[in-house]
């Protein structure tokens, strides 16, 4: 946004004026958008860049295809894990060769949450819980209760106000996604981690709805360890790898168990015994997936290139007045329709989504998908909103509730053909 | 090979009549080889399928680009892991629904080595020791160690010979790869597994090496856990994800610690409680990167295509018939240049590659691989040379020998440039 102040919106023409006057306009032309469709589910997976498909090509055809195994060295393969890892530590505030890309978010939280168990077992008496939150993404909790259990440990799911509290007993771990998945509300990273460290609590942070869609300053915050996804703000792809880092502090003290040869201190050497990269490469395991790690380069320098037209911080205002005006809009048109807003009305508590509850949530997503505005559902009752700034405009929020409110008002989301579940919803 | 016995090679002219009835021949024209190219690295890296290119654009422009998050219902994301599963399970003798593709090798080794542990400790006493091959690829016992160490047991490491015997001390778990990555020496699946059996030791089997190149039958042989790797001569890709098996009797008796949310029975409740998949589905874990896959799929489709023609058994006799030749032909013509047989001289007990030690391996296959000839180098003096019955005809076996007579015979491998080591060698 300029600086100087905008206009309130009432009309489309106001969007019109907003997207004339937004700084951050021209990064929409890095992505092939498809036509006829408003997409608000950036926070699931991305859009594609254009310039990926032909860096996949270019990978497949002339690195792959023609020089094959030379690639390792001549186009650079085996540096790739380091190379994004860096441009996505600018994004979240960790330094130069802190972060990896490297498996999934699951696989990577595994091993942050071994390393932060084992800097607790070195602590006597040693402490027992792990704090995390009851709405924290699924796999988050089902990788620390896997941990937890195979170590002696406890998790406790709390719901979020309580957790300042719940500090003061002094648990072991405290594990948090910065943004929830459903609601959308944002933790207070660096009071989270000021009052944990307080007591002696490690933190980990799931940073999965936070990397590229708003200002995180993992080095700021002091945090102890952090995962990432690659598929959402990064715009990496379907499955695209994820990333980790560990403090500087923490990250040569520990083996993390999944001591595969990537993380080797040299993997070439082929020795019998295994012996740590140091620093973050440690956290490397297996070979990674190039054609998907490629991809997700493409994707990070989409939001690079916000760099030049204020950065993250000038996408977390446009994010603000983007998820601002859809809250404004929604409860203004579509009053009495039973839509209940569960995203923080403080924007300063909020991610980069807006969330209403609806009794019949489901199939009014599929009757909204069905006239090409995109957002998803997520059980029991929510529909959910993403704001990716780099490529939505105004206009788009404004014809996204346009179509929400046809859909309430004319009733077709009764319509047997968006009742039925998809697998996947 | 057809039924007839065919003449024996004794010259170039011989080559290219065995090319002419060699019945997998018309499979060569699934790749897109380089130009003036001998490839003799498919079992580090398979070539380029051609079918990928396109195969890749279109998960990236339509599955991604067009419909987006619609692509995990409509062009069926959601169950690639199991579609290619399934047709991987064709090649190594494993069931329907029995294999699916996952993480990396690695990563999967760290799960079916965990299962086995959970077997273990369920059996008392509990037996301490796993028992794998001092040769064995190095991130399989970067994996053992951590896992032993953590489980309070111990990982040994004996020669290829010795293990028959250290069965009889009844150890817990045989950890091996089939095809060693240096020698190609091959074991003996069957007899191994009934013999571990025999002692109530558990079995793992890396088929890294195997899968796609020789016949492999998992349930035949009544093994009790595989993992194996997707871009050797499977041809998925740099970095394809890996897959994972687990018998019958096995699998749904243990929850593998890497509990992400797509091994859950019902990953889109969002159900804050682990309850794992049954069947080999609670083996997967994060969201798999797709662009990978999908390149993977392709590369197990050339693979498969060899099913018209005599299927695995038919690429087994051709492999074994490149081996020898290319034995024959180095011994007869580089003949005091101190090269010497490191594979195991009997094709039965050796894989799809035939490696050489010699005092200067480095340099030589540097010089070998300027002439065009690609195969690699393995600390610490070894020319492996991996034979890909897809794509490789006994006129390049010829002609491969004949550059590395020059590169000898001219000892042009002592020349500067062939001497300095690269990042990955």
Redesign the interface.
């Known amino acids: 946004m300029s600086n100087a102040p905008m206009d309130p919106i009432l009309t489309r023409a106001d969007c019109e004026q907003h997207d004339r006057a937004d700084p951050l306009a021209p990064l929409r032309e890095q992505f092939?958008l498809?036509d006829g469709?408003i997409?608000l589910?950036g926070n699931?997976?991305g859009?594609?860049p254009k310039a990926?498909?032909a860096r996949?090509?270019q990978?497949?055809?002339e690195?792959?295809?023609?020089?094959?195994?030379?690639?390792?060295?001549s186009a650079g393969?085996?540096?790739l894990p380091q190379r994004v890892g860096n441009k996505i530590a600018r994004l979240v505030g960790a330094g130069e060769n802190e972060l990896v890309v490297a498996?999934?978010?699951?696989?990577n939280l595994?091993k942050v949450l071994s390393a932060a168990i084992a800097v607790v077992q070195e602590r006597p008496p040693m402490r027992k819980l792990i704090v995390s939150e009851?709405r924290?993404?699924?796999?988050d909790?089902?990788?620390a209760?896997?941990?937890a259990s195979?170590h002696g440990m406890h998790l406790l799911?709390a719901e979020a106000e309580d957790i300042p509290e719940l500090l003061a007993d002094r648990p072991a771990i405290l594990m948090l996604t910065q943004v929830d998945y459903r609601s959308g509300r944002q933790h207070d990273m660096a009071a989270l981690t000021r009052a944990a460290h307080d007591h002696g609590v490690l933190t980990i942070w799931d940073l999965a709805h936070s990397a590229g869609a708003l200002p995180v300053d993992l080095n700021g915050c002091d945090a102890d360890f952090a995962v990432g996804c690659g598929?959402k703000y990064l715009n990496g792809?379907?499955?695209?790898?994820?990333f980790v880092w560990a403090h500087a502090r923490h990250v040569d003290n520990f083996?993390q168990?999944?001591?595969?040869?990537?993380g080797?201190a040299a993997?070439?050497?082929?020795?019998?015994?295994?012996r740590p990269a140091g620093g973050i490469d440690r956290y490397l395991?297996?070979?990674?997936?190039?054609?998907?790690?490629a991809?997700l380069e493409c994707g990070v320098d989409t939001v690079l290139a916000a760099e030049a037209h204020g950065g993250i911080a000038a996408l977390r205002n446009k994010s603000v007045a983007l998820c601002e005006l859809f809250i404004a809009r929604v409860e203004a048109c579509c009053a009495g329709h039973g839509l209940e807003l569960k995203s923080p009305r403080d924007p300063a508590v909020r991610g980069s989504q807006v969330s209403f509850s609806h009794a019949d949530a489901y199939p009014v997503m599929q009757a909204l998908?069905a006239r090409g505005v995109?957002g998803?559902f997520?059980?029991p009752d929510i529909l959910r909103f993403g704001f990716t700034p780099l490529y939505t405009r105004f206009v788009d929020v404004w014809d996204a509730v346009e179509q929400l409110v046809e859909v309430l008002h004319g009733g077709e989301w009764r319509e047997p053909r968006f009742q039925q579940r998809?697998?996947?919803?």
Chains 1, 2 share one sequence.
């Open positions: 092939d498809p469709t997409y589910d699931s997976l859009v594609l990926t498909a996949v090509q990978l497949i055809s690195e792959w295809g023609r020089d094959l195994i030379k690639s390792w060295n393969w085996i540096d498996d999934s978010t699951s696989v595994f009851r924290n993404f699924p796999t909790l089902y990788i209760q896997s941990l195979q799911l598929y792809g379907p499955g695209a790898p994820a083996r168990p999944l001591s595969g040869w990537m080797h993997p070439f050497e082929f020795s019998p015994d295994y395991c297996g070979t990674p997936p190039l054609l998907s790690l991809a998908i995109i998803d997520r059980a998809a697998a996947v919803t």
